[in-house]
């Protein structure tokens, strides 16, 4: 058996890729020796909750599951590593070990290989790097640091954070940090209040076991501006008051379906509540109510009415809406007439900016369908701009010239998936991309379109789909690298 660090208590261990926290430090009655009272990640590597013959040694946090059991410290337990001790094995560079070759294999043959020293040199220099990814590596403490005033950008995610403090400890090395990501770590216990240190952007996604008052306090604490909570099984949100600085909140793919302690932000700008598919009606308007909102992301949600979609035309500031995806709107141009003719202000709507030219026939052919939809908003205000609605044909013909159907292949090696879409013809290449992003789940791909008997590349993102002559009946493939 190996011997117990001193610092056991409350550390994330891994044994044989099972991560837990360990609860209990000492002896067992009956056995001899010390053992390690660990709550386990996975519920099935536990054997109790924490008790042997009637007697409790610890307290499982997930309550009503046997997560808990007893082992002994022995050499596969895996206790992860200092900060100090990661930066080293991912930056620092032995001058002896550096072998810079003197040319390089390229597409074209032998490349003369310039500076390659010099970079592994300045990349070896921990007190120099502004930006500092030590990722998925076991990193449980700051351990013995200096401060290291150069770096803005630290990423920590998925390692073996458990502790706020330990995190204040970290950032107090840091005191330049701008941007901080402890996603997927296992945080809990006491909160760090953040007093002198200030953080702008923070990324605590994947992260089940903390709950909003915690994170929304941290943040407060830190005087956070831009905040990202996803993939977190959050369901309530509580109070916001430390988050007066707050501009930038993304809390995608939880289970929310009340954000009504989010709209006294003051400074809130951006909100993304994409995935939350309980969220299913946008709150009633209240003045003060989200008095900065720009853009609102609700895709992927259980938005279902369209009395919620006339509520964001109440909003001050919005001008950028994301719809997609929801049982409210469909793929066909109708829905994106709705739209634009219930929001006067919407300026970009599911990544596509609403030039003045289509703003002008969405609302006129919006007219055309309130002659067959009762109790549409607006209707007097647009009467009045483009007068009464006549020629509906015409008009819904003007509309389908400017969309294209087309068949997206998303081709993974040897398969391929095909889906149909009807795509503005004025889209630009790069909102193509976010288009099929969302499809193939990557960004990693080329795109190109059937042009004869060849493929032509849209390899340039400012382009219009019309440019490369994207039409009706278009066959355009995403092939992932």
């Known amino acids: 058996m ?38 386990w990640a996975n519920p099935e590597r536990g054997k109790h909750n924490g008790s042997k013959d009637g007697k409790q040694y610890f307290t499982c946090k997930s309550v009503g599951t046997n997560s808990g059991s007893f082992i002994r410290c022995v050499d596969r337990i895996d206790w992860g590593q200092t900060l100090l001790d990661a930066a080293r094995s991912r930056y ?31 990349q070896s220099d921990l007190l120099g790097l502004p930006v500092l990814g030590l990722d998925s590596l076991g990193v449980y403490e ?7 005033a150069n770096v803005h950008s630290l990423s920590l995610a998925r390692n073996y954070l458990t502790g706020w403090q330990r995190v204040g400890d970290i950032l107090a090395a840091f005191p330049n940090v701008d941007t901080l990501d402890i996603s997927a770590n296992h945080i809990e ?3 760090f209040l953040g007093a002198g240190v200030s953080v702008h952007t923070l990324r605590v996604d994947s992260s089940p076991g903390l709950t909003w008052t915690e994170v929304s306090g941290f943040a407060g604490g830190v005087g956070v501006r831009s905040l990202s909570f996803g993939w977190s099984e959050l369901s309530r949100l509580e109070s916001t008051a430390a988050l007066d600085l707050l501009e930038d909140l993304k809390l995608e793919y939880n289970h929310l379906s009340d954000i009504t302690s989010l709209a006294s932000l003051p400074r809130l700008r951006s909100l993304s509540l994409r995935g939350n598919s309980e969220f299913t009606e946008f709150p009633p308007y209240h003045e003060p109510m989200f008095p900065s909102l720009e853009s609102l992301h609700l895709g992927h949600t259980g938005l279902s009415q369209w009395l919620s979609v006339d509520r964001l035309g109440q909003l001050p500031t919005l001008h950028t809406v994301y719809l997609a ?14 739209v634009i003719g219930r929001l006067a202000n919407i300026a970009k709507l599911d990544g596509s900016l609403v030039s003045p030219e289509e703003r002008t026939e969405m609302e006129r052919y919006y ?3 309130s002659t067959q939809v009762e109790g549409l908003p607006r ?14 044909a015409a008009i819904e013909a003007k509309i389908k010239s400017r969309l294209a159907q087309v068949s997206i292949h998303v081709v993974r090696g040897s398969s391929e998936e095909v889906v149909t879409k009807s795509l503005l013809k004025s889209m630009l290449v790069r ?5 099929v992003a969302r499809l193939a789940k990557t960004r990693d791909f080329q795109l190109y379109v059937a042009s004869g008997d060849h493929w032509t590349p849209l390899d340039c993102d400012t382009r219009e789909l019309s440019f490369y002559g994207v039409e009706d009946g278009s066959i355009i493939r995403a092939v992932l690298q």
């Open 92 to 122: 620092i560079i032995d001058a002896t070990e550096i072998s810079t070759p003197s040319t390089i294999d390229g597409r074209r043959g032998k490349i003369e290989a310039v500076g390659f020293d010099k970079i592994a040199h300045e």
């Open 431 to 435: 909102q193509l991309h976010l288009v």
């Open 325 to 338: 995806h929801t049982p409210v709107v469909s793929e066909s141009h109708t829905s994106r007439a709705m």
């Open 367 to 369: 007219l055309v369908l």
């Open 142 to 148: 700051l351990g013995p640091c200096g401060v290291m």
């Open 2 to 39: 190996s011997p117990v660090p001193a610092n056991a208590l409350g550390r994330w261990i891994s044994v044989n890729g099972d991560g837990g926290i360990v609860r209990y430090v000492g002896p067992v009655d009956g056995t001899s020796g010390t053992w390690l009272g660990v709550e």
């Open 379 to 392: 209707l007097p205000e647009l009467i009045a701009k483009h007068g009464k609605p006549r020629g509906p």
């Open 189 to 191: 216990g006491p909160l």
